[in-house]
């Protein structure tokens, strides 16, 4: 009994680091949302997420990009 009362303090302790580690993070993630919601103000709406739209597509392309170049090397092989 002993020992399941210590592995239940462990698994306790391990449970309020992690609830520790994600409200950090959440707090991080509110001020990134907080910055973008700043960014969309000072640009305007339409110019921000004409923006993302750009960015979304050139990273797409380079994916597609680098898995052509994966294909290639293997099929050199």
């Given at each position: 009994?002993?020992?399941?009362?210590?592995?239940?303090r462990e698994g306790n302790e391990r449970l309020?680091?992690?609830?520790?580690e994600t409200k950090l993070e959440n707090k991080?993630?509110?001020?990134?949302?907080?910055?973008?919601?700043?960014?969309?103000?000072?640009?305007?709406?339409?110019e921000v997420e004409r923006a993302v739209e750009?960015?979304?597509?050139?990273?797409?392309?380079?994916?597609?990009?680098?898995?052509?170049?994966?294909?290639?090397?293997?099929?050199?092989?």
């Amino acid at each position: 009994m002993q020992g399941d009362y210590g592995r239940a303090r462990e698994g306790n302790e391990r449970l309020s680091d992690r609830l520790q580690e994600t409200k950090l993070e959440n707090k991080a993630l509110r001020g990134a949302v907080a910055d973008f919601e700043r960014v969309k103000r000072a640009f305007g709406p339409e110019e921000v997420e004409r923006a993302v739209e750009d960015a979304k597509r050139r990273e797409a392309q380079e994916r597609e990009q680098k898995k052509a170049k994966r294909r290639f090397r293997r099929g050199a092989r």
